[in-house]
């Protein structure tokens, strides 16, 4: 069964494209490794673009009803990548692209910033491999 992901609007002439965005829940890269307690074959990872929380940040005062249901869903979009962010074996397998200067639901970005995003991924990535690099020359040097 296939799916149509494109609508078209005959008031505005304009395409939508229907995303999986992923903005409550990240993809669970633990799906992937072995239950036997045995090292896993091949490495896993996840590449979350993230415009998590500052730890420890204040959380602004609340001044009415709408500011408590926009704090309800602030968190519920971005809590979840703080507590991802404090397990050390999701962490260390994840590539963070840090993306607080865009809203997820911006389907109009400009030329810049594509560019910068772009930017800011392959240097996350980049970072991200040289990282794995470092850790895998660690374990073979204390291999027996």
Excluded at 16 to 34: E, H, K, N, T
Aim: hydrophobic share 40%; charged share 25%; aromatic share 6%.
């Amino acid at each position: 069964m296939t799916s149509d992901i494109t609508r078209h609007s005959v008031l505005t002439g304009q395409t939508s494209y229907m995303v999986d965005g992923a903005l409550v829940s990240s993809f669970p890269v633990q799906i992937f490794d072995r239950t036997d307690g045995r090292p896993g074959r091949w490495p896993t990872f996840r590449v979350a673009l993230t415009s998590a929380l500052e730890p420890r940040r204040p959380a602004p005062e609340l001044q009415s009803h709408l500011d408590v249901v926009r704090a309800l869903v602030h968190t519920a979009l971005h809590g979840r990548a703080n507590t991802e962010r404090q397990d050390p074996d999701v962490a260390t397998r994840t590539v963070c692209i840090d993306t607080r200067y865009v809203s997820a639901t911006d389907f109009a970005l400009d030329r810049d910033v594509r560019q910068r995003l772009f930017d800011d991924g392959y240097a996350a990535a980049t970072a991200f491999l040289e990282r794995m690099a470092v850790a895998s020359r660690t374990l073979e040097s204390k291999a027996p």
